[in-house]
């Protein structure tokens, strides 16, 4: 849902803000982008800072102030903010890489000992609220976290979403959630817990087996659960619940409650609770609502450890899923090839790809929904990390350059996420040498062996070393956790410089992460090139165990756009043995001129 407005209408809201803070005696306002399950991608209901300024990247907060109003988004969004924020009278703050909290030292910087600055304690982290609180109070400023000024200014504010839950059943959910349970369990044991309390969506859908779409992209729901060794409470709207799946929840020693009543039970536990709470996944106002009586044990939850370590068998399903997501691609891209070259067709747009791809996905069996919105950018478009075209805004793809399409879908046996580039028309030798520095980045991690255990920050660098070798970087990780059917995005590990190499981020068979360099030249043209990867063994040695990636994304990519004399005979050997696979996988489900386009892009190089 984007909350689309004039600059004119935007100032108005900006003037109730302001206007609301000065009856509260709010000196600052700040509006994260976060719900009460801190999630990447929000419903409606909590796309307050889009609301206030009209920015619609999924990262980013707002601060107002009586004289002033700033968005802090990072370098992925630099371009898409000047773009959406021009005329609003709301500034761009950019933070660098690694820096994602500088707003808190711009608040305490500007704000003067006595003043007020105040957030929704609903919507921030409990981890960002110890780092704010700390910040404002060495400077006697004051933090208030008990009030929402977007529901006294925001008349038309969006409800809840109502969408039913639904089971993620066999064969695709491979582990009952009995089990899953009996997992968690013996996890909040060896803490010495007694009751684990979750609020991040999809650890709770991973842990229940079920799925819904309250969240864009995200086959998730709204909910908060509780467990205790000998029940679960799973804290969800009214009526979300169908009453044949109440009954198989109910089987398994699910209790449901109402959505709104998680703070009460938290408030409600009693004293002899050890209640273990993950300060990274966790609100301020939830853990305020926490009775005093409570110990409270700080880790990780267990789910986010358990649902990034696919089993074998959703390990099986992704693979088979890859193979129907692959020929999808295949039709989409024999159908824009033939688009480009048809001289009679309609001007091709941006806007179009996306439907168009998101269509093939649909025919396939087992799809869902796309796993994001698509990027889909030509020429200077591509080098806005976090494009997204639409009605208003989009380019005409015609003429020559580079098109770069990052795309992927939710199926019920996996989740996919992937970026090609491809030559539209004449492409030029300096195209050819980006595109090929960053193919290079890709097959360098592609074919890295590493100890199992190491830290998913420490091998960003394997990737970048043929990019920086040219002296050229680019400004994002490298690569992300993919979830199972679930979130694209999701942790614990994390390929970028700007996550700290924690214990919670080691390398662990199962895990799926995609591996994506990139490099991009503002107002010329972008490139990226994406693959998700699977953690498994590569050896045991007297020095241990050893990780490798097997690739699971099978396309194509452009070898128009490959320089071959910069690439080595092992990287040659590695293009030719993955478009080998590719053939072979794929050929089966394809036919046509989709076939005929995966054997021409396939050939040996």
Request: with cysteine; net charge negative; glycine share 8%.
């Amino acid at each position: 849902m984007t909350i689309y407005a004039s600059t004119g209408e935007r100032a108005g809201r900006l003037e109730a803000l302001r206007a609301a803070m000065q009856r509260h005696r709010i000196d600052a306002f700040v509006v994260p982008s976060a719900d009460p399950h801190l999630s990447e991608y929000l419903p409606g209901h909590w796309k307050g800072r889009e609301w206030l300024s009209g920015f619609t990247g999924s990262v980013g907060t707002f601060i107002a102030t009586s004289s002033f109003a700033g968005v802090w988004t990072d370098g992925r969004y630099w371009t898409q903010a000047e773009t959406e924020l021009a005329g609003s009278g709301v500034e761009l703050m950019k933070i660098p890489s690694g820096a994602s909290l500088l707003h808190i030292d711009w608040l305490a910087a500007k704000m003067a000992p006595g003043q007020t600055v105040a957030v929704d304690a609903s919507v921030l982290g409990l981890a960002t609220a110890r780092l704010l609180s700390d910040a404002l109070s060495a400077r006697g400023i004051l933090l208030r976290t008990d009030i929402d000024l977007l529901d006294e200014v925001w008349s038309e504010r969006p409800g809840l979403p109502d969408d039913p839950v639904f089971e993620h059943a066999a064969p695709f959910a491979s582990t009952t959630r009995a089990a899953k349970l009996a997992a968690t369990r013996k996890a909040m044991a060896s803490l010495g817990a007694n009751a684990h309390f979750i609020s991040t969506l999809d650890d709770i859908a991973y842990l229940f087996n079920l799925r819904g779409a309250d969240v864009s992209f995200n086959p998730v729901f709204l909910a908060h659960a509780l467990v205790t060794p000998e029940r679960a409470t799973l804290f969800v709207g009214d009526d979300k619940v169908p009453t044949a799946l109440r009954a198989s929840l109910q089987a398994d020693g699910v209790h449901l409650a109402r959505y709104d009543d998680a703070a009460n039970a938290l408030a409600t536990l009693g004293s002899e609770t050890r209640l273990l709470a993950d300060p990274r996944r966790i609100t301020a106002g939830m853990r305020a609502a926490v009775g005093a009586g409570v110990r409270v044990i700080e880790a990780v939850n267990p789910t986010t450890f358990a649902k990034s370590r696919k089993t074998n068998d959703e390990a099986a399903h992704v693979r088979a899923t890859m193979e129907q997501d692959g020929a999808a691609l295949c039709e989409f891209f024999a159908w824009l090839e033939t688009s480009l070259q048809d001289s009679r067709r309609e001007p091709l747009t941006e806007v179009a790809i996306d439907r168009h791809i998101t269509a093939a996905r649909a025919r396939r069996p087992g799809f869902v929904s796309p796993s994001f919105g698509t990027i889909a950018g030509f020429n200077a478009n591509g080098a806005i990390m976090h494009y997204r075209a639409t009605e208003q805004s989009h380019a005409v793809i015609e003429g020559h350059g580079l098109l770069l399409i990052d795309s992927g879908g939710q199926y019920l046996g996996g989740t996919t996420d992937i970026t090609r580039v491809v030559a539209v028309g004449e492409i030029s030798d300096a195209h050819r040498r980006d595109f090929t520095l960053v193919l290079k980045g890709l097959i360098a991690l592609s074919m890295a062996q590493y100890p199992r255990g190491t830290r998913s920050p420490l091998l960003d660098s394997i990737a970048r070393a043929p990019i920086w070798a040219a002296g050229i970087d680019f400004g994002h990780g490298t690569g992300h956790g993919v979830g199972y059917f679930l979130n694209v995005h999701e942790g614990p590990q994390s390929i970028s410089p700007s996550t700290a190499p924690d214990p919670h981020t080691a390398m662990e068979p199962g895990m799926i992460t995609s591996i994506e360099p990139g490099i991009y030249r503002p107002g010329k043209w972008g490139i990226r090139i994406e693959n998700l990867v699977l953690n498994v063994p590569a050896a045991s040695t007297e020095f241990g165990e050893f990780l490798r990636f097997e690739t699971l994304t099978l396309c194509p990519i452009d070898t128009r756009c490959m320089d071959l004399s910069i690439l080595r005979a092992d990287e040659r050997a590695w293009i030719n043995d993955y478009h080998a696979t590719v053939r072979a996988r794929l050929a089966p489900h394809v036919s046509g001129a989709a076939a005929a386009w995966l054997r021409t892009r396939t050939e040996e190089i």
